[in-house]
């Protein structure tokens, strides 16, 4: 090898050709297949090598310099893109009915009377990687996967090698600006060719043709994304500057004018029955395809009435996926072994004989809980049934019982958990004392199991995100007990002894020390929805982490009030009473109130307790007395338990988060059980300590009705009520279901009773729906 200060400038150019292909073939062993060729060491010498080389010849540097690739080349390092418009994914269907329901959604939503007709488009789900190609002035200029919906990866280079995409448009009539969505796949012969040439190569072969795909798209190196037949359907848009269609199936046909393909199976249909035979042609069709499609995306035709419809946190209402149903399989069950999650929950996962369902090698399957295996009469040595749900988690639809083995045993469910603690094994029991059919190990933190489940959820994408904190570091870092907790990660990243041992371990390096802290160091700065996830408190998901978020504002409000509702959470009747089926909120209140008021009523003897109800609680409705009834029987029992639950009420803080929209009672209790312990107090102040969490994103304050408390009443004529609050909420207004002196404005619809009167007492503004469609400018 030259000494870099010999080399003259044609032999600087051929040696840092050489370098960047054989970084790039490292690049693709390590972060691709897991299988590198080459030490940590070995590996920063070429780069430093390269570096200097480029340090002595600048104007040699390259286009797929190793040096131009930011954080090592590993796909999550692409540069980020924020998406015009959220990627947002689709609420899924699996039967007729459901699709069906879909139809009657709609026309609920938008008050059609039943004769209207209602144009579909369905559309093959084609099974590869979303991305999202922006064009301006017909020019492509930038493309991204869709990461978690908001933000994805600058995948740009990659994209221009397929052939599919145009990278100009075609035609006229295109928006100056344009993101146009859509699908990048691998068809059945691209993959059988992509992965015959992997395994001759002695490479990693893909499971399947979308694992493929998505592989191919987020390689660091443009060349090896061009060498694999990637195709691409348009179907969808985000950010425009301008409208270019009046409906899905002419937007459709506009980007295939302009040089997307899309895919030809789509149509259009009309009402809940061209849904359904939408859906069978393209079950009778899906086996001819030269590509995976995994079921039918039906979307409202009509773009104005998409745009009416708008959206559920993540998903839209006017669209949705109506799935194919699992793939079927025989496979022998080998083991049962037990898994416990990061809430304690124990899980039975049965061990197969490997067998492939849908193109997929599964070789796991999940058995739920003990009660399934009873109920199912699964044993060790079965020949079992098994299925994908949703082509996707594998699970034991049934046992084939004239095949099971003369020695098969019952299964011995476990009462103590595998940890090396042997931990006694709980029933979970429902706030009110009953028993589900979890069974839970009580140790928590103490559980190493618990405790990297924890962990391995507070690095995940949807949390914080920490580049290169994957499984296996944490198993590591555990083990050595550097990681107890999430505050933990954090103290790692300045903890120089630490790092130095690190830097000696084999399998590290000074450029993967560098970049774990570089890592870590990225997310001190946190955003408080994300900060509240990473918690990985029970029914505590990204959208109710969201809700809490926007309402608290900040850590220290959410925190604060938090740990006062651990301290004033109802009681076990008054739980068991907001808990009964057929009991909603204003239900609940009409019995607490009764039981407070205790005012003695003359109620004719001998009749039945529904009728008692209806008579002494006018409030209740035939479902909620029917409810009682079941539950309590008779008067005196039902009176005494509605004393005991008035005694119970939780406390104000309790009921500050519990009246979070979209959090309700229950995940309310689990914010209050998870603060109620001390070690999780704890761990939350450590974490807090070394963190900088964002407040939250705050509502809009530009619009006429920024910030004010508003009520719909009545039968609204030109939207309906979901609509109507939809719409206040994107403006920055708080929708309230009853008036009080909080209140800002009521709006009346034909039929407004109490709540006038309410306005009336309490001095609010009323005005009627055309006043409100003339003040929000619609």
Not at 194 to 223: E, V
Not at 290 to 309: C, E, S, T
Not at 534 to 545: A, D, F, K, Q, Y
């Amino acid at each position: 090898m030259i000494p870099i200060a010999d080399l003259t400038e044609d032999q600087a150019a051929v040696e840092l050709a050489r370098l960047a292909e054989e970084i790039a073939s490292h690049d693709l062993r390590y972060h691709q297949q897991d299988d590198p060729a080459i030490s940590d060491a070995e590996y920063d010498a070429l780069k430093r090598r390269n570096l200097e080389i480029e340090a002595r010849f600048p104007e040699l540097v390259r286009e797929d310099s190793p040096s131009l690739r930011v954080g090592a080349a590993r796909a999550e390092q692409f540069s980020a893109v924020t998406h015009g418009v959220p990627m947002l994914s689709l609420d899924n269907a699996f039967a007729d009915s459901e699709a069906v329901e879909f139809d009657a959604r709609v026309r609920r939503f938008l008050r059609l009377p039943a004769d209207e007709t209602v144009a579909y488009t369905a559309e093959p789900k084609i099974d590869g990687l979303s991305a999202s190609l922006r064009y301006e002035n017909g020019v492509l200029v930038q493309a991204a996967t869709r990461g978690d919906g908001r933000v994805g990866e600058d995948v740009t280079q990659n994209v221009r090698t397929i052939a599919d995409i145009p990278k100009r448009l075609r035609g006229g009539g295109w928006p100056d600006l344009i993101e146009v969505r859509g699908e990048v796949y691998l068809d059945h012969e691209g993959f059988a060719a992509l992965n015959a040439a992997a395994a001759a190569a002695g490479q990693k072969t893909y499971a399947n043709p979308r694992n493929a795909a998505a592989g191919s798209l987020r390689q660091i190196d443009p060349r090896i994304t061009a060498a694999r037949p990637l195709r691409f359907f348009g179907y969808a848009w985000g950010a425009l500057s301008a409208p270019f269609a009046e409906t899905q199936w002419e937007a459709l046909q506009k980007l295939k004018a302009w040089g997307f393909p899309t895919t030809p199976q789509s149509e259009r249909v009309e009402n809940a029955a061209g849904l359904l035979a939408a859906y069978e042609r393209m079950e009778a069709v899906r086996p001819k395809l030269a590509y995976d499609i995994d079921g039918v995306v039906y979307k409202v035709d009509r773009l104005d009435w998409q745009q009416r419809l708008g959206f559920i946190t993540r998903t839209p209402r006017w669209a949705i996926a109506r799935k194919f149903p699992a793939q079927q399989a025989r496979t022998i069950l080998e083991a049962i072994d037990i898994q416990v999650g990061r809430t304690g929950a124990v899980t039975p996962v049965a061990r197969l004989q490997p067998v492939t369902v849908g193109g997929v090698v599964v070789v796991n399957a999940t058995l739920h809980n003990a009660d399934e295996i009873a109920r199912k009469d699964v044993r060790v040595g079965d020949t079992v049934i098994l299925q994908r749900a949703g082509d996707v988690i594998p699970q034991i639809v049934s046992v084939v019982l004239e095949e099971r083995p003369a020695d098969a045993q019952p299964f011995a469910f476990p009462t103590h958990c595998p940890c090396p603690l042997h931990t006694p094994l709980a029933k979970e029991t429902t706030a009110s004392g009953a028993e589900t059919v979890v069974r839970r190990c009580t140790g928590e933190f103490a559980c190493p199991f618990q405790r990297l489940a924890h962990l391995r959820h507070f690095v995940s994408r949807r949390a914080f995100d920490i580049e290169g904190l994957g499984e296996k570091q944490l198993i590591a870092f555990s083990e050595r007990g550097w990681i107890r907790e999430p505050a933990d990660i954090f103290r790692l990243a300045r903890d120089e002894a630490k790092l130095e041992e690190l830097r000696a371990t084999d399998g590290y390096g000074e450029t993967s020390v560098r970049n774990l802290v570089a890592g870590i160091e990225a997310r001190r700065d946190i955003a408080l929805d994300r900060f509240i996830y990473g918690l990985g408190i029970r029914h505590i998901g990204e959208t109710t982490s969201l809700a809490l978020a926007r309402h608290f504002g900040t850590a220290e409000a959410f925190v604060a009030t938090s740990k006062a509702a651990s301290e004033q959470t109802a009681g076990p009747v008054f739980a068991e009473l907001s808990d009964l089926d057929g009991l909603g909120p204003t239900a609940v209140e009409a019995v607490l109130a009764f039981a407070r008021a205790r005012q003695p009523m003359l109620i004719p003897p001998g009749i039945s307790l529904e009728e008692h109800l209806r008579l002494a609680i006018p409030k209740l409705n035939s479902k909620a007395r029917a409810a009682l009834a079941a539950r309590f029987g008779d008067w005196p029992t039902f009176e005494a338990a509605a004393l005991q639950a008035a005694a119970e009420t939780p406390g104000d803080a309790f009921l500050a988060v519990a009246s979070v929209d979209a959090v309700g009672v229950v995940a309310a209790r689990m914010i209050a059980a998870f603060f109620g312990e001390d070690h999780n107090r704890a761990l939350v102040d450590n974490l807090l300590a070394e963190l900088r969490v964002a407040p939250a994103e705050r509502p809009k304050t530009d619009t006429a009705v920024a910030g004010k408390t508003i009520v719909f009443t009545g039968a609204l004529e030109k939207m309906t009520r979901d609509e109507a609050k939809a719409q206040a909420e994107a403006l920055g207004a708080k929708v309230s279901g009853s008036v009080s002196k909080k209140t800002d404005l009521v709006v009346a619809g034909p039929g407004a009773g109490s709540k006038l009167a309410d306005a009336a007492k309490h001095g609010v503004q009323v005005i009627s729906e055309a006043d409100w469609l003339e003040l929000v400018g619609s």
